[in-house]
Nanobody, 115 residues
Framework: VQLQASGGGLVHPGDSLRLSCALSGSAFSFNALGWYRQAPGKQRELVAIKVLGGSTNYGDSVKGRFAISRDDAKSTVNLQMNTLTPEDTAVYYC??????????WGQGTKVTVSS
């Protein structure tokens, strides 16, 4: 199983960006899909996670600005990021939890928000 994240880049404060994570297998192989991020010098933190048939949770700092979505037909999980701020600068990692509990991580895509 592989998760391939893409869509990062350099944007200005207030801009929007969309990250995408391509899954090597069916999205139904996972009972949870989401995104984490790690800023320089900080611990990895939850951005958003969507549980199959269940809830969606967001980190406090992104609530109301970011939205996670799953496209099961395309086997992708996407993160729409709006009103970006410099504090959103981080490497963003795609995350998946398999049906038996095993965790999978993508390679990360870097997002830099700077004027």
């Amino acid at each position: 199983v592989q998760l391939q994240a893409s869509g990062g880049g350099l944007v200005h404060p207030g801009d929007s960006l969309r990250l995408s994570c391509a899954l090597s297998g069916s999205a139904f192989s996972f009972n949870a899909l989401g995104w984490y991020r790690q800023a320089p010098g900080k611990q990895r933190e939850l951005v958003a996670i969507k549980v199959l048939g269940g809830s969606t949770n967001y980190g406090d700092s992104v609530k109301g600005r970011f939205a996670i979505s799953r496209d099961d037909a395309k086997s992708t999980v996407n993160l729409q990021m709006n009103t970006l701020t410099p504090e959103d600068t981080a490497v963003y990692y795609c995350y998946g939890r398999g049906l038996l509990g095993r965790e999978f991580w993508g390679q990360g895509t870097k997002v830099t928000v700077s004027s």
